[in-house]
């Protein structure tokens, strides 16, 4: 190792200006990185980082881009054209961060030798060819890969989605378009799983032990849902003995019906925007994950009040509390239905229909009335246990909001 050479690295890394230098001049330099949407910069930020550590400690050591490196660069290269972002406009960024970094070793140049800055150079014009070969290479196997496996990559675009690689709903609607699929702007995702200590009713279209969900299965509810439609593309994975969907919104009617049918249980989310399936879906896992043993119903599935509830139980909440009342109750928080509110508050505090009329001094059946009005307005029946326990921690924070 040449001491300058590490003393000059420690200088750099240790200085936050470089990689925000890197990143601006990407941006400025290269047109298809001043297009992306300032959510995809983080990645962008991460990269450089990543790629200037690598590429010091290899000057400073004498070293050379190894198999790990390549791995990574890959890696990257592949993503890239998931995202559909031209392989030139990447490799492209590759050399404008190369010449910025040159420009900063340059500023350093009393302390190094004309054999350090030659060794510099060596490794800049070494890298880049060779890291224009492994990109060159990844990005077309994974290109050839999405555009002759039309299933295969549906799954890889919704498992993407699920990892929130596509915070760019620009890159995630052009990468939508090169697989001549629509995502539905409104859609359901449904997490799913057979019910603990029973076996699928229809084992032609459920086969498989739980701990081994085939994508096979996935597809078989997709199909029993519906597939895809007018309103938008379907897609379809698996996380381990978990199926993952993704329907259009309307089709989240008939979930109960076909989970009913082949034994299994869920949740579906329905309230995030495509940028957030993966928010979705850790909502949606996290559910099937804490929710108690008579949370789960023969005749509906976990919702988004449910998981936000479920979350906030486990002390994770993904929404603040007067969201998560606001998701649970809907209209129920609107002045004009305050009544209706007022008799699930009675209800709840005197558990019945006859001492919540005495409480508020109405005809019993006036407020099994407005009981039955809370259950159509929320679809959650105050005489179940477990919905009764949401639509009271609901109940709770809204008036608690209120109050204060």
């Known amino acids: 190792m040449t001491n300058k050479r590490e003393h000059v690295r420690q200088e750099i890394l240790a200085d936050p200006r470089l990689v925000e230098a890197i990143v601006d001049a990407v941006h400025e330099?290269?047109?298809?990185?001043?297009?992306?949407?300032g959510s995809r910069f983080p990645e962008v930020r991460a990269i450089a980082a990543w790629a200037t550590d690598r590429l010091l400690d290899h000057w400073a050591t004498d070293g050379a881009i190894g198999p790990a490196d390549l791995r990574r660069f890959r890696g990257i290269a592949a993503a890239r054209a998931a995202d559909g972002r031209p392989l030139q406009a990447v490799l492209r960024a590759y050399r404008v961060a190369a010449a910025v970094l040159a420009d900063e070793v340059a500023a350093r140049a009393p302390q190094l030798s004309a054999k350090d800055a030659f060794a510099l150079a060596q490794l800049l014009l070494t890298a880049m060819d060779t890291i224009s070969e492994e990109m060159t290479t990844a990005y077309a196997a994974t290109s050839e890969r999405l555009s002759g496996d039309r299933d295969r990559s549906l799954q890889l675009l919704l498992d993407d989605l699920i990892a929130g690689r596509h915070a760019s709903l620009g890159a995630l609607g052009a990468r939508a378009a090169r697989l001549g699929v629509q995502l539905p702007e409104r859609y359901s995702l449904l997490v799913a799983e057979?019910?603990?200590?029973?076996?699928?009713?229809?084992?032609?279209?459920?086969?498989?032990?739980?701990?081994?969900?085939?994508?096979t299965t996935s597809t078989a509810l997709l199909t029993a849902l519906g597939g895809s439609g007018a309103r938008g593309t379907s897609l379809a994975t698996t996380h381990g003995s978990r199926a993952v969907l993704l329907v259009p919104a309307v089709s989240a009617d008939a979930v109960p019906r076909v989970l009913r049918r082949h034994a299994w249980r869920g949740c579906v989310i329905s309230g995030e925007s495509l940028d957030r399936v993966a928010v979705a879906h850790r909502l949606a896992a996290g559910a099937l994950d804490t929710a108690p043993p008579h949370a789960h119903h023969p005749d509906r599935v976990l919702t988004d009040?449910?998981?936000?509830?479920?979350?906030?139980?486990?002390?994770?909440?993904?929404a603040s509390p007067d969201q998560i009342g606001r998701i649970v109750l809907g209209p129920l928080v609107d002045d004009a239905r305050r009544h209706l509110l007022e008799?699930?508050?009675?209800?709840?505090?005197?558990?019945s229909a006859n001492a919540a009329a005495r409480a508020l001094h109405l005809h019993p059946q006036s407020v099994r009335y407005r009981l039955r009005r809370v259950r159509d307005l929320t679809s959650r029946?105050?005489?179940?246990?477990?919905?009764?326990?949401?639509?009271d921690i609901a109940r709770t924070i809204v008036l608690g909001g209120r109050s204060g």
């Open 29 to 37: 330099q290269v047109p298809a990185y001043t297009a992306l949407d």
């Open 194 to 215: 057979p019910a603990a200590l029973a076996e699928p009713a229809d084992a032609t279209a459920l086969d498989g032990p739980a701990s081994d969900i085939s994508l």
């Open 305 to 318: 009040a449910d998981a936000h509830v479920l979350a906030l139980l486990a002390g994770h909440p993904v």
């Open 343 to 351: 008799a699930l508050t009675a209800y709840i505090d005197t558990g």
């Open 381 to 391: 029946d105050p005489q179940d246990p477990w919905q009764r326990l949401t639509l």
